[in-house]
């Protein structure tokens, strides 16, 4: 059984802060990452954790974003703090595959990963 089940988003103000979470089952090694997509805009990763503990995020992210697991329970989080308007998107957790480093994962195509390994999606809504 694999289970992807998300929380945490919502409204905030520019400058503002949130934490996902993702509860995940049925995963054995595999490289997690948060990818998100704004109306209108290519799916994209932002941050990724690979099977063998590294991390890695895009650009528009990286020092506002943090990635992070709990092995023990099971859990993926994704703090993100500064948000801005830009950061306005559906966010998901995603499995995207076994044995790959953080940077790798990044580089995994949307379209690639099985859709059972995609979790139901977060909205993140930052007002200006």
């Known amino acids: 059984q694999v289970q992807l089940v998300e929380s945490g988003g919502g409204s905030v103000e520019t400058g503002g802060s949130l934490r996902l979470s993702c509860v995940a089952s049925g995963y054995t090694s595999y490289s997690m990452a948060w990818f998100r997509q704004a109306p209108g805009k290519e799916r994209e990763g932002v941050a990724a954790i690979g099977s063998d503990g590294s991390t890695g995020y895009s650009d528009s992210v990286k020092g506002r974003f943090t990635i992070s697991q709990d092995n023990t329970k099971n859990v993926l989080y994704l703090q993100m703090n500064s948000l801005k308007p830009e950061d306005t998107a559906m966010y998901y957790c995603?499995?995207?595959?076994?044995?790959?480093?953080?940077?790798?994962?990044?580089?995994?195509?949307?379209?690639?990963?099985?859709?059972?390994?995609w979790g139901q999606g977060t909205r993140v809504t930052v007002s200006s």
């Open positions: 995603v499995a995207v595959g076994p044995r790959m480093t953080a940077i790798q994962a990044l580089s995994v195509m949307p379209t690639a990963i099985p859709i059972g390994n």
